[in-house]
């Protein structure tokens, strides 16, 4: 494989990504942090998108994207706290039920990517 392919994420436009996260939302997830889709571009300036999800009972965030180039499989990465996180029993549950719907989110964005890969081919001639 080329050097230059093997750090690329697969090409999920910031659009297509927007669309996906908004299916996901109508769906009717109850989301209490906030979810967006930001710019995001691959060593070749291409337009890949990339999904955050702020939590709202930590401060803290989650990155969601494919593994790889022509990868259909997502990866999630919870950012890193300066300091410990000392939560009541109620907070420590919302936590987690956010953390679930994060885990939700991220299947569903790669139940897409295998669909949107079946549909339209994963190789560009």
């Known amino acids: 494989m080329n050097d230059e392919l ?6 999920r ?3 297509q990504l927007k669309a996906w996260v908004q299916e996901f939302r109508d769906q009717g997830h109850l989301v209490a942090g906030n979810i967006k889709v930001v710019d995001q571009e691959d060593a070749e300036g291409q337009d890949t998108g990339l999904v955050v ?5 930590a401060n ?3 990155y969601m994207q494919p593994k790889g180039y022509d990868e259909p499989l997502w990866e999630a ?3 890193a706290r300066p300091d410990d996180l000392t939560l009541s029993p109620h907070d420590m549950a919302s ?3 956010e953390l679930v719907v994060a ?3 991220c299947s569903f964005l790669q139940f897409k990517s295998l669909d949107w890969d079946r549909q339209s081919g994963r ?3």
Do not use: M, W, Y
Not at 53 to 57: F, G, I, P
């Open 6 to 11: 093997e750090d690329s994420p697969p090409r």
């Open 13 to 15: 436009s910031r659009d």
């Open 53 to 57: 999800v702020t939590l709202s009972n």
């Open 60 to 62: 803290a965030s989650i």
């Open 77 to 79: 990465t919870l950012s």
């Open 95 to 97: 936590l987690a039920a």
């Open 103 to 105: 885990g939700n989110l």
């Open 123 to 125: 190789h560009q001639a």
